[in-house]
């Protein structure tokens, strides 16, 4: 059987023989003929190895050389090893393959290759297309994700559905490595459980009727047994998995990587051209291990490592009769990975850096020289694969050996110039996932990763603070805690040493792929990568709603850390060349990035909304600022594009057999197979079919100022040259001209950003729950060891029940600890954090930048704003372990950078989207919660602060109030009336759903910004008076939605018969009365800041928002107060979702408010607002009285435990520890100057005849005329009205003034 055979291909290959004795003359540097004879003797050796001896041997030439190699190839060689032998005990075509005709049940995503799946339904099966019935047999599972799946065997008569899968009929068998169970019927424990990287063997016995299963080749027992056999029963490989799970399976097309003794893999292996490769590989080596000494007239053995290909005609055709043969079976993947990887590997075996074994450089040389270009293509492509698969799926061991391994070679192998670049060009982005290169894994079983090992003694934080922090000082450690603490951490640095290796080199792959020096064989690698990582960019910020097209966000969170090494390092080497240019600690995207159309956002929303509609209106200013002139055509091109593609958005759903057949096919399944092609077979059991992405991906952009596709740009393209400035193309004024060394490095910079954005913070904050675990555990165990020192000895059951819990608790705490060790050395190192400020920093300098460049300042990405907040975030509450944020260098000048961020752009006209102004606002109300960002805010220029209070002292209409109103609570939380809590008094024996809630921050007011909004208020009259107005309203609207709810919550918990009270609504409910609460403090806030805006009547509006002010007060006095009432019964109710709903909060703003108007103010203030609150017809003096009664009551803490029939009313004298006694002395006085000021205004009132009456509201005199139409009302009556109306009550006339009102004689008779 010939390697190559009388194919097409034959003839079209180089050919390097000698064919004449003239030619052997003719040519240059041939040996004599019998060192020849002994050099083709010594490199083509017989099956035992050993050369003939020289007088048995036949003198052999180049001429006879291939009739020579041909019969040691057919040495051994079976007749029977033909492609479609019949091996007994199987049926079905080789190769074997998952059935996408028929067999599969549910929808399912099938790779091309037909054998990776990602489940796309409920429940969804598939099998393969080969069963077998007789004898022992082996496949593989490579587990992408570790979620809900069932692995096994069944029989072609097993019937599954969208709830039944492989397991769940009688004869089929399956093993749950989510849920750690076999199935067959029913299910019993089995097993460990699996995790994404790990590989399933399926073992099926026959003869002996059994099925077993191994995990990363460690045997689980035999699963199954007395399974059914005999005629007509024969079993396939079949799997059962949910929604977006996904597996890829090996038959046989590659070697098992856990050979089970016995078995037999479903395909068979490729027996005679394995044998033809390892004996073609041999003379390789034979070829690489000697050299023709001339002068001695002798080949001489050599150290294989040494070889160079030099350029010797004797050598050079020798090999290339060997790749003759040995090219063509390197193009088959079963054989590159058996043969070629493991030999590459084992060149590498000795140690040392990569730079140490230039046999590999000379041995990528030779693949050049002799194999065709679509030999060494798809030879290349296959190791590449190869490599990224065995990287993926190896075990995590203590020395990370196995990962090393492969990427070092990954590394060799890129350092190879022409390699590289066909690898960047044509198989890294487009056929491989080669963002897998730059992951570790997480290991979930820490046995047999070895950390147990590594990290002999576990420790973990005994004493947390409510922020669920540490907070024990070293100093207060027990010498045994101590001790423990720093073995863990000396076991955490071994294990962070041994991770950086594995960093380290994948920073190495990535500083190959960024180089920008190898131009002498076409475009520089970096500028090859540049576009390619657009295009990934691309692909996962345009298919969010496609997950299995997205690169899992734990891959992209080390792709990043790894770049921005790789960034900074490159960047600082240009710099470093370059003097006067940027350094990468300074690094920004200049502006003109984000409007000159060298850069590709793709559908990503700017700041000032959609890109065709900013040029059209900012078209002017881009020509003013930046010298870029629209052109009217590509304006109205873009605009028919923005039709064009709704349109496509509309029909993206087909599939493609719905639509044109020339349509490109999506991007494989990031969750399946990691080395297979761009189509994925979309599996449905109504049709069969090819997915459509959402827009052809290589089309150009026609919103360009310069159309211009990502794969059509070119070095200048994006560095510029003499003639335009690349990326920098149409820098404004305000911009500096400081050199950027490489301009490439800006994109790769911006690409960074985005990446963050894309799913990066996600993962961040998805992996501190380990952490959270670890104190949630250990919070047990310290509860557990507190009960056990409480037991009684006699009570020995219960004792025995502590300590085994406690057993439980002390297993899962070593477990999660060591555990948390390998997540802080990957994800939370100091390391990791710095790379995150860096990027902070970026974001801000750039919107910083962006900003200056006034109405262009709408071009910048959204995206630079939400990293800057997300980074900000991380840094605060994930970084923790690995270090306070304080030692960051220069972090407070960036605290205050970011905070005139965001009090600068929260009201920021130039931004339009909803969803990123609600992330400002909330950004600002989070970081005014915290002392040292506060301190921040009050650091930012004066004119920057003024101007955010005043946006945030706007009327609360027609714009999201509820977090300004917060932000204002918080700037005064510490400062009102008992208003120095943290968490509410009745709250404070539950435990906080999460501590780091800003929420849950004690105090810290600013004293500097109450000063800011207290001037404004009282210079501003106009803008003083329409945001009480617009607090009163919303403060009107909430107690009344609350009041409305509570009334409703009542009249279902009083019904006989069993009422549940939707949790939507209780929560609604609760979100009213905690607004109350906050707009009473604000109010509060402004009584203490600026009393004169209720009590200066002068002022306009004042005595209106006093009277206004009153009659809210009254209603909330009256409904909190009452004996027995519905506020009572629902506050005594005690539902979940209603815990802040409480007599103390409301209360106690309202005490604040009335104590500030009648007893702080001078006396002159006080007896108007005394007037103003008595006058009011819901005025009750009892519900003043009911703050300070003197009943025996509860204290704070019996108040919180008692049950709600044991429950007293509230009274400001059980929280002692709440209010001071000068606010009670204050409250005291209160009391008595109203009970005089009432005694007083019942003897002075006089009757009030009907007539007399507002005909309004009928609770006050008239004493308001209309003009010009003289009807008349009281004033609080008309002044309301007139804010929103100005046509009379009764004519509706229009009003143009209004007189007071005075009774004559004449009038009263």
Known sequence: MTSKGAGGTASSRRNYRLGLDTDKAKSSGIVNEKLLSDYLHHVFRSGDGAPAPALLRKPLTFQGLNTHLENLLSEGESVDDGPEREVEGRLGPQPVVLDHTGGFEGLLFVDDDLLGVIGHSNFSSIRATTCVYKGKWAYEVLISSQGLMQIGWCTLYCRFNQEEGVGDTPDSYAYDGNRVRKWNVVTTNYGKSWAAGDIVSCLIDLDDASVAFCLNGQSLGTAFSDIKTGPGVAYFPAISLSFKESVAFNFGSRPLRYPSEGYLPLQDPPAADLLKAHKLLGFVKNVLSSRIHVQEDRVVETERSVWRLDGQPTVLITLAHIFNHFAPLMCKVYLVEDVLMNFLLGI??????????????????????????????????????????????????????????????????????????????????????????????????????????????????????????????????????????????????????????????????????LNN??????????????????????????????????????????????????????????????????????????????????????????LGGLLSHLKKTLKDDLASQANIVMDPAEIQAASMDDLDEDEESGGAQRPAGAGPGSAPAARPGWLSSPTLGRANRFLSTAAVSLMTPRRPLGQPEKLKVRTLAVEQRT?????????NDGLLLGRPAQESDRPVADKSLLEITDGIVMMYNLSVHQQLGKMVVVADDVHEYAAALKDTDEKIARCPARRADILDELHKSRKVFAEKLNHLSRRLAWINATIYSKEKMLDVYWLLRVCIVTVEHADRTGSLFAFTPEFYLNVAMYAYNALKNYFGPAGGMEQLPG??????????????????????????????????????????????????????????????????????????????????????????????????????????????????????????????????????????????????????????????????????????VDTRQLKVCATC?????????????????????????????????L???????????????????????????????????????????????????????????????????????????????????????????????????????????????????????????????????????????????????????????????????????????????????????????????????????????
């Open 891 to 1060: 972090y407070q000048e960036t605290l205050a950078q970011l905070a005139a961020i965001l009090a600068k752009h929260f009201a920021d006209p130039r931004i339009v989207g909803t969803d990123i102004k609600d992330a400002l606002m909330q950004a600002l109300a989070s970081y005014v919660c915290y002392p040292q960002s506060l301190r921040a805010v009050e650091r930012i220029p004066e004119e920057q602060r003024v101007a955010m209070m005043r946006n945030l002292l706007a009327p609360y209409e027609q714009r999201p109030w509820a977090q300004t109103n917060w932000i204002l609570v918080r700037l005064w939380r510490g400062c009102g009336f008992g208003y120095r809590y943290t968490r509410l008094p009745h709250l404070l024996k539950t435990k906080p759903e999460d501590a780091n809630l800003p929420s849950l921050q004690k105090p810290c007011p600013s004293l500097l910004l109450q000063r800011h909004m207290a001037l404004l208020l009282s210079t501003e009259k106009e803008m003083g008076a329409s945001f009480l107005n617009s607090v009163l309203n919303q403060l009107n609207w909430a107690f009344s939605e609350f009041i409305g709810m509570i009334q409703e919550i009542q009249q279902a918990a009083e019904r006989p018969e069993r009422n549940f």
């Open 348 to 513: 590498l075996e000795g140690g040392g850096s990569v730079d140490e074994h230039p046999l590999i450089q000379q041995l990528l040389d030779l693949f050049w020289l002799l194999m065709e270009d679509y030999e060494i293509n798809e030879c290349l492509k296959q190791l590449m694969m190869s490599l990224l698969r065995a990287y993926r799926f190896s075990p995590i061991i203590p020395d990370l050996g196995f990962q090393i391994h492969y990427l070092r070679l990954t590394t060799a192998i890129l350092r190879h110039e022409k390699s590289r670049k066909y690898l960047l060009g044509n198989v890294l982005f487009d056929v491989l996932r080669s963002v897998v290169f730059f992951y570790i894994k997480t290991p979930l079983r820490v046995k047999e990763a070895g950390l147990e090992e590594l990290i002999p003694t576990t420790w973990w934080p005994t004493h947390s603070d409510k922020e669920g922090k540490d907070e024990r000082e070293p100093k207060d450690e027990s010498s045994d805690e101590r001790l423990r603490r720093r073995a863990y951490e000396r076991g955490c640095q071994r294990l962070k040493k041994r991770i950086e290796v594995v960093e380290e080199l994948q920073v190495q792959i990535l500083r190959l792929l």
């Open 1073 to 1105: 009365f905690d607004l109350s609460v906050s707009l009473l403090r604000v109010l509060e806030m402004t009584v203490t800041l600026v009393p004169e805006i209720f009590l200066d009547w002068s002022r306009p509006s004042a005595e209106l928002l």
């Open 1107 to 1309: 009277r206004r002010l009153a009659q809210l007060l009254n209603q909330v006095l009256n409904r909190a107060t009452a004996e027995k009432n519905l506020f009572d019964r629902v506050v005594n109710l005690r539902l979940p979702g209603l815990e802040s709903v409480d007599h103390y909060p409301i209360l106690v703003a309202v005490t604040g408010i009335l104590v500030r108007l009648l007893v702080d103010g001078d006396r002159h203030g006080t007896c108007r607002a005394a007037c103003v609150l008595l006058s009011d017809p819901c005025f009750q003096l009892h519900s003043i009285r009911h703050l300070l009664s003197d009943e025996p009551s509860a204290t704070v803490s019996s108040t919180a435990a008692a049950a709600p029939t044991e429950r007293k009313h509230f009274s400001l004298n059980a929280y002692s520890d709440y209010i001071s006694a000068d606010e009670k002395m204050k409250v005291e006085s209160m009391l008595a100057f109203l009970s005089r000021e009432s005694q007083q205004a019942a003897t002075s009132a006089q009757p009030t005849s009907e007539d007399d009456l507002c005909p309004i509201c009928y609770a006050h005199p008239i004493s308001a005329v209309f003009k010009p139409c003289s009807h008349k009302s009281c004033k609080a009556c008309i002044n309301q009205h007139l804010m929103n109306n100005k046509d009379c009550f009764f004519c509706k006339a229009t009003i143009t003034g209004v007189d007071d009102y005075i009774k004559t004689p004449a009038s009263s008779s």
């Open 517 to 606: 020096k190898d131009k002498s064989t076409g475009e520089a690698s970096r500028y090859i990568f540049l576009n390619k990582f657009r295009k990934f960019l691309q692909e996962n910020a345009s298919n969010r709603g496609h997950p299995t097209a997205l690169c899992p966000p734990e891959y992209m969170l080390c792709f990043l850390h790894r770049l921005i090494t790789a960034v900074r390092a490159c960047w600082d080497e240009a710099s470093k060349k370059s003097p006067g240019s940027l350094a990468s600690d300074e690094a920004y995207v200049p502006p003109q990035l984000f409007y000159n159309g060298k850069v590709d956002y793709f559908d990503l929303q700017r």
């Open 715 to 723: 070095e200048d393209d994006i560095e510029g040259s003499h003639s």
